[in-house]
């Protein structure tokens, strides 16, 4: 059988334009996913509306917010940011099975600009992240949650919830890149909930033993649920301490600080898979 | 480096893990449009040398050279010019055939309408135009092999790797993919097959070389291996186990090195430095001891034994 074989028109894969070009047609290979096997999809959603229900609901009448308030107003913020941190493993079992079926080395050994693959990773999880946070502020209307705030305020806390996402894409990377095989992933799923638990997401810090509340006050989880409230004029928890007082500023520094660290960590792995 | 007609040049390639070492210089020299079989038992290396070429894997000494560019230092280059097949099928389980040709020819930054067109070509050259659409996951083994080969020639590669292209295939899956691998270098890639099947690289190599230990210890045609562990064999098969040691004894008269016994086969086998007369020896021998034969045969060595000899292990046959 005789054929034309192509030949590559542009040898030469330097630059931006190739860089964003590549990773568009590998967040579209990650888009192609979801459509091919929505079950993954609604599978995670179904996930994070059940938790809505099992929080709102069944623990709901137990659960003060000590400003005053209803608690599911004081919960959908700490659950859109909860569904970011369910990304993690996501992210990281969609890296470790590239890595693990060989995927990744044919990348690898193409032409294609190395920074990609990441990048395509990256867009698709965030796009993946704004069909969930629309899907959950859509449950929560649903049952009573408001966001009684500016609408610009409103876009500005779903900014900062997206943007703990962007920070998180690149933990799950990295972890991706280090953990090899599956069980070790799954290990990575069952850390997400205690790193709800341990914030403001669900309660608030003040009714945890002092150094619970200090530790969940801490973490960045907690910055961004704070500061989402706010923006949404959802009731907060309030707090003394001065990481409570400044949620805004730490809404944007903490996930600024984990891109800074786990960015070129990831990086840094993936290039070191030649070694 | 190298000259005109070499597609892969590679001379002291070094590389170590910590402080076991993998590759302790490895030499190669493929002519362009050949299949070079490189052939070795578990851990010899042949992985790691495949990675180096195609610049999957840094190394720490020596020099490669894949059609006419430096491995380390013109990665890119190389790169639009080889594809790599490795001991996995590397393909997307979740999409289609189709989707992942043309996913891997844009990436190859082909344009839209060419990467299509090259994944309709493709996929009816290794029949797998109907299940284009299926996706990877519902494939055989077979199958996947065959995306995985046709993802590794979207360029039509000038040289194409590949790393024991058949493990865990059937026999019809295994010879699906060696018709393939023929068509290619009839059409003028140079290929570069790692085995631990004797039978593949004899089937499928223009050239051997028989890597161990992260060293080349022996190459040429597989003739030339053949001749090079030198002397032709007779083999004589007795009716009775009794037999065996007068056997091994008219063996003795003309054997360039010890005769070996194979119990269970009855069979006893040896070197033999020249053929004239040697099997005519062997049997009058064998007659005056009143040995009765199943078979004498004067023959040319297998290339097991020329595996045996160069690397002291049992090379492993191809299931059948
Ligand atoms: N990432 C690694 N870390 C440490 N050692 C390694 C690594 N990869 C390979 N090795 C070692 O280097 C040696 C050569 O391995 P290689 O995979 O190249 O062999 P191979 O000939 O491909 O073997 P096989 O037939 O099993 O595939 C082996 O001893 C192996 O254990
Ligand atoms: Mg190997």
């Not at chain 1, 099992?54 to 919960?75: D, K, N, T």
């Not at chain 1, 900014?159 to 280090?178: E, T």
């Not at chain 2, 590679?10 to 002519?31: C, M, N």
């Not at chain 2, 040289?159 to 691998?181: K, M, N, S």
Request: aromatic letters at 6%.
């Amino acid at each position: 059988m005789t054929m034309t074989v192509p030949v590559a028109p542009h040898e030469n894969r330097a630059g931006l334009r190739w860089t964003l070009t590549d990773a568009w047609t590998l967040t579209r290979r990650n888009l192609a996913h979801w459509s091919r096997n929505p079950a993954v999809l609604l599978t995670s959603l179904a996930f994070n509306v059940l938790i809505v229900l099992m929080f709102g609901f069944l623990f709901g009448g137990a659960m003060v917010v000590p400003g005053g308030g209803g608690y599911r107003e004081f919960l959908m913020p700490g659950m859109f940011a909860m569904t970011m941190v369910f990304g993690i493993s996501m992210t990281t079992t969609a890296v470790a099975t590239d890595l693990e079926r060989g995927v990744t080395d044919r990348f690898r050994s193409m032409p294609m600009a190395p920074a990609a693959a990441l990048i395509g990773r990256a867009v698709a999880d965030l796009l993946f992240a704004v069909v969930t946070l629309v899907t959950m502020m859509l449950l929560g209307l649903a049952i009573g949650w408001r966001a009684t705030g500016s609408p610009g305020a409103a876009l500005g806390a779903a900014g900062l919830i997206l943007w703990l996402r962007f920070a998180l894409v690149w933990v799950g990377i990295y972890l991706g890149l280090v953990l090899r095989g599956q069980e070790a992933v799954a290990g990575v799923q069952i850390l997400e909930f205690p790193l709800g638990f341990l914030s403001g997401a669900f309660v608030a810090p003040a009714t945890m033993p002092a150094w619970l509340g200090a530790v969940a006050e801490w973490n960045p989880l907690s910055s961004t649920v704070q500061a989402t409230r706010e923006l949404f004029g959802n009731p907060g928890w309030g707090g003394e301490s001065w990481i409570a007082g400044h949620a805004p500023l730490m809404a944007v520094v903490w996930p600024l600080a984990l891109v800074a660290v786990f960015l070129p960590l990831a990086v840094r792995q993936y290039r070191s898979l030649s070694d | 480096m190298g000259s005109e007609d070499l597609s892969i040049v590679v001379e002291g390639l070094r590389k170590r893990y910590g402080d076991k070492v993998a590759l302790d210089g490895v030499d190669l020299r493929v002519p362009s449009g050949t299949a070079c079989g490189l052939l070795g038992p578990n851990g010899a290396g042949k992985t790691t040398t495949v990675r180096a070429l195609a610049t999957l894997q840094r190394f720490d000494g020596g020099r490669a050279a894949v059609a006419g560019f430096d491995v380390a230092t013109q990665a890119d280059r190389v790169r639009y010019r080889i594809g790599l097949v490795g001991q996995r099928a590397a393909v997307d389980e979740v999409l289609g055939g189709h989707q992942n040709l043309v996913m891997f020819g844009r990436l190859y930054r082909l344009g839209a309408r060419a990467a299509r067109r090259r994944a309709d070509e493709l996929l009816a050259r290794f029949g797998l135009a109907d299940v284009g659409d299926k996706p990877v996951r519902t494939y055989s083994g077979g199958m996947r092999r065959r995306l995985d080969l046709a993802a590794g020639m979207i360029l039509a590669p000038a040289v194409l790797f590949l790393d024991e292209p058949t493990v865990g295939l059937d026999p019809r899956g295994r010879d699906e993919v060696w018709a393939a691998v023929r068509d290619l270098v009839r059409q003028g890639t140079t290929v570069l097959l790692t085995t631990q099947y004797l039978d593949e690289a004899d089937r499928l190599a223009d050239r051997i070389s028989v890597i161990d230990t992260g060293k080349v210890v022996a190459d040429g045609t597989p003739a030339e291996l053949k001749a090079r562990i030198g002397a032709d064999r007779i083999d004589v098969v007795v009716h009775d186990h009794q037999d065996l040691p007068a056997a091994v004894a008219a063996l003795r008269v003309v054997a360039a090195g010890e005769p070996e016994v194979d119990r269970d086969n009855r069979r006893v086998s040896a070197p033999v430095t020249s053929r004239g007369g040697a099997l005519a020896d062997v049997v009058r021998a064998l007659d005056a001891a009143g040995v009765s034969t199943e078979d004498v045969v004067l023959r040319r060595p297998t290339l097991d034994e020329v595996f045996l000899r160069l690397t002291g292990r049992e090379s492993q046959e191809v299931p059948a």
